[in-house]
């Protein structure tokens, strides 16, 4: 029947009409949902900030970070510490956004995680504005403020944690910034310019060249194949490939073992013997601590890099020394100065401790946890003898505290710019005490300084490690 | 989870288990009266619930009027099918759809409440309607009954030869649509002007026999369309604000972007029901539902919406294809196509594929009126498609 083909043919177009409908709507969400929900005319975004008094942020101790104030019917995040907590907090504002644990933790913080959704659904129909979550920090709040000090108006970071449970106790990078409201709105285009690059969360987000304290790692990778119950002769200069490596102001230190070796920081000892461990070795070990994998963390982390296809005799050589191209964050070298500290074991770095609700009730807590074991215990307890001669008789001897054992070691990197100018050098320093019993785990970098790291990084590291035992 | 809910409503489970029995009722008498296609009232339901459930969740009160309007509107359908059923006499009742159609444009015109914009409502015992619901019905009704036979609606008893005949019946029809539309844009209704002109070709596309006639019929769109875009402002802005909303955000193009806020804040899943905030959509319980739908149950939601009508479009054009009575195939052609229509006409406004014109989503927007015609229109269908149960008991002849 003609009619029916007809009749056939609609329902063809009419089904036509509606996948155009199916189409056209999953474009929207795929391609224009993003754009089209950040427009500034949805007030569903700004709904959840001004409807709740955004949680409280504590450090461990209970001391108050940032906290939300009320100023004419206008929710306004206060940082009473201005700019100590730029890099581990971040800021919440209208205009520029979230950033670090605000943003991170935002959903808790305006009570929009599954908990309070769940449990506080028919609570909230009043007029009363709604309470977000308070987050508890594992940030010693005094111990930060000291390490903002000590940094004082020069660049880098320090890192402190508990190399047994993983707790960051002091996140500090500088250069920081105010980061209140009225304060992001006065400086932000000039930070924005500047060649400094003030957002930049270094202790997370840096990467740095490690220098001599990459010799732990080496050192590692020394013990397990068995070459270290030998002497060498450390004539303060060595030529591999062709290329001249020298220690820090070609000093001989003649007959050596391993041990003294990394005390004085031998750049000769160590060549040599990374082009004797071979890529294989060094690469595996690299990898093993960390180099090229992603560190779970509450703020973003950059991934440390070892950026080798074919290493060529001076690679290794360059390696085992801390330099060439290999790139670590302040954090992971803390992580790595931990797991020596913790026979071997790095446990997960965390910043939050527990998430609370505003009626004092704990929605989440973060426990200790195993992150990777990066050597055996026997390894990790060699290195925290040599790392304790490092302190004790070698370059480190500033980070050494009365009546308390500490292992430590120290790094200057040479980076692009000692290539040009000389003094260009990031100073580094690592360690942990009480050596026997470690509490603390330090990482010190000083970008750029010009010296060596046990002379400017050590006795940072130092009063770090001396505060916050002196507190326990 | 659900003991955590503290001071949860009795109310709403009692409401949500009362509307699930009726539904069941309904289907079980469908059933066991054999009233024809099962499947109509199923996917019916289907958006009827999700509707309920969007509306009492954007306000409990809307939510249980729905609820009634339901039952009502189930009445209606029994209601509607029987009376087709049983009385025999629609297809020669041109003359009354046409005096009815113009007796309630009149009504709405004189009588007619201005409520959100639009003049065409009237109220009657407190309780306001619209017209223009039952007057789509009629058009339907008067359409089947014109291509039952074209030649001999009108004038059959008189001394005009054949082709006269059929030249002004030809004339009567498209004088009526006329009328149907001129007092459409009396009361600003363009998207139902809309429906109407398209249901119109479709079916003047299946059943007409001159070709010459049907060609003039789309000709005729094209001035009437180009009048309407550049001296009616309502059309024009409706258009400008479809081609770009994002100039005029807080002005014109409100409705539109809060609507696309609504779907995309949805993403896929959703936010949950309850959690979204569809509230900041303008007439989120009439025309805007869908958004509503795709904020809080996500944009697959969304498509399996537009699915099911796709599926109430199929099933009602598939009776259409069985059945062989010439008035009940326009006559279920129009509805069908009319559901197909109005549903495409506002889903693709809300989501900004073409240009947004305020009628209701059948089935789901909350609205007394559009809900009970809409019953009777399934109705309809449902006694139509017993037809084709009868029939195909019977012998078939193909070919008329």
């Known amino acids: 029947m003609k009619e029916n083909k007809k009749i056939i043919q609609v329902l063809v177009v009419i089904c036509f009409l509606f996948f155009v409908l199916v189409a056209y709507l999953t474009y929207i969400q795929v391609f224009r949902s993003k754009e089209i929900v950040q427009n500034s005319y949805n007030r569903r975004q700004y709904q959840a900030d001004e409807n709740t008094v955004r949680g409280k942020i504590l450090d461990r101790k209970g001391i108050v970070l940032a906290y939300n104030e009320e100023k004419d019917n206008e929710q306004r995040r206060i940082y009473p510490y201005n700019s100590l907590y730029s890099h581990v907090i971040g800021y919440s504002s209208k205009v520029y956004g979230k950033s670090l644990l605000e943003a ?3 959903s808790y913080l305006l009570g929009l995680d599954e908990y309070t959704k769940v449990f506080g659904l028919f609570k909230g129909s009043n007029q009363e504005k709604k309470e977000g979550n308070h987050l508890l920090l594992t940030i010693d709040h005094e111990l930060q403020k000291l390490g903002h000090e000590l940094l004082g108006n020069r660049n880098g970071a320090i890192v402190a944690m508990n190399p047994k449970t993983g707790e960051i106790l002091a996140l500090v990078s500088k250069p920081d910034f105010d980061t209140n409201e009225e304060m992001l709105a006065k400086n932000w285009k ?88 071979g890529q294989e070795k060094l690469e595996d070990m690299s990898r093993r601590v960390g180099f090229g994998s992603d560190i779970p963390f509450d703020i973003p982390v950059s991934k440390s890099q070892f950026q080798y296809k074919k290493m060529e005799q001076n ?22 100065t931990s797991g020596i500290a913790n026979d071997g074991v790095v446990m997960k770095p965390f910043l939050v401790s527990s998430i609370v609700s505003p009626s004092g009730k704990e929605i989440k807590s973060f426990k200790k946890e195993e992150f990777k074991k990066i050597m055996e215990p026997d390894v990790a307890l060699k290195i925290n003898k040599m790392m304790q001669e490092v302190v004790n008789s070698g370059t480190g001897k500033n980070a050494a505290i009365n009546g308390i054992k500490v292992a430590g070691k120290t790094g200057t990197a040479e980076n692009e710019l000692t290539h040009q100018k000389k003094d260009k050098e990031h100073a580094w320093f690592i360690g942990f005490a009480p050596a026997d019993d470690p509490q603390i785990a330090v990482a010190v970098v000083l970008e750029y300084s010009g010296s060596s790291g046990g002379s400017i990084a050590a006795p940072i590291a130092q009063k770090i490690m001396e505060k916050c035992l002196k507190e326990k | 989870m659900f003991y955590n809910f503290r001071p949860y409503k009795v109310e709403t489970l009692v409401f949500g288990l009362s509307i699930i029995l009726m539904i069941c009722i309904t289907y079980f008498i469908i059933l066991k009266s054999k009233l024809g296609d099962e499947y109509l009232f199923l996917i019916v339901c289907m958006l009827i619930s999700l509707g309920i459930v969007m509306i009492y969740r954007l306000d409990s009160d809307t939510g249980i009027k729905q609820a009634m309007w339901t039952a009502i509107g189930i009445v209606m359908f029994f209601a509607a099918c029987m009376i087709f059923r049983l009385i025999k006499v629609w297809d020669s009742l041109a003359i009354y759809y046409m005096g009815a159609s113009v007796l309630l444009y009149l009504i709405t015109l004189i009588l007619g409440k201005n409520i959100n914009g639009a003049t065409n409502w009237i109220v009657i015992g407190g309780q306001s309607f619209q017209p223009l619901e039952i007057s789509k019905i009629l058009y339907i009704l008067f359409l089947a009954c014109y291509f039952k036979n074209p030649d001999g609606l009108f004038f059959k008893s008189s001394r005009f030869d054949e082709f006269k005949r059929i030249q002004l019946n030809k004339l009567i029809l498209v004088i009526f649509t006329f009328v149907n539309i001129l007092f459409l844009m009396l009361q600003k209704e363009w998207g139902s002007i809309l429906l109407i002109s398209i249901v119109y070709i479709i079916v003047l596309y299946v059943f007409g026999k001159d070709r010459l006639f049907f060609l003039c019929n789309i000709l005729m769109t094209i001035p009437v369309a180009l009048f309407g875009y550049y001296f009616v402002y309502h059309i024009k802005v409706r258009i400008d604000t479809w081609l770009n909303p994002w100039s005029d955000i807080a002005g014109k193009g409100y409705q539109i972007t809060q609507s696309l806020f609504a779907i995309c804040s949805g993403g896929y899943f959703g936010t949950g029901l309850g959690l979204g905030r569809p509230d900041m959509v303008p007439a989120v319980n009439t025309d805007f539902i869908f958004s509503a739908i795709c904020e809080e149950m996500g ?23 069985k059945v062989k009575s010439k008035f009940y195939k326009v006559l279920g052609l129009g509805i069908t196509t009319m559901l197909g229509l109005q549903t495409f006409i506002i889903i693709g406004g809300v989501i900004k594929l073409i240009p947004l014109t305020g009628i209701t989503l059948p089935y789901i927007s909350y609205g007394g009126s559009s809900l009970v015609s809409s019953f009777i229109i399934l109705g309809i269908l449902q006694a139509i498609s017993k037809e084709d149960y009868i029939d195909s008991d019977g012998e078939i002849d193909e070919g008329e």
């Not at chain 2, 479009?313 to 598939?318: E, F, I, P, Q, V």
Request: hydrophobic share 50%; glycine share 8%; charged share 15%.
């Open chain 2, 299 to 321: 944009v697959l939601t969304g498509v399996a919406v537009i699915l099911l009508y796709m599926l109430l479009t199929y099933r009602g054009l598939k009776i259409v294809i």
């Open chain 1, 190 to 277: 000039a930070m924005v310019e500047s060649q400094d690059a003030p957002f930049l969360p270094r202790a997370t987000q840096g990467l740095y060249a490690p220098g001599s304290t990459f010799k732990v790692v080496t050192s590692a990778a020394i013990i397990e194949n068995g070459m270290d119950n030998q002497k060498f002769n450390d004539k303060g200069v060595i030529t591999i490939d062709g290329r001249e490596i020298s220690n820090s102001g070609k000093k001989a230190y003649g007959e050596i073992d391993l041990k003294r070796a990394l005390a004085v920081s031998s750049n000769v000892v160590f060549a040599q013997l990374g082009v004797k461990l």
């Open chain 1, 104 to 106: 991170s933790y935002n």
């Open chain 1, 315 to 336: 690679d290794m050589a360059a390696v085992a020394i801390g330099q060439g191209k290999i790139l670590v964050s302040p954090l992971h070298m803390a992580m790595i």
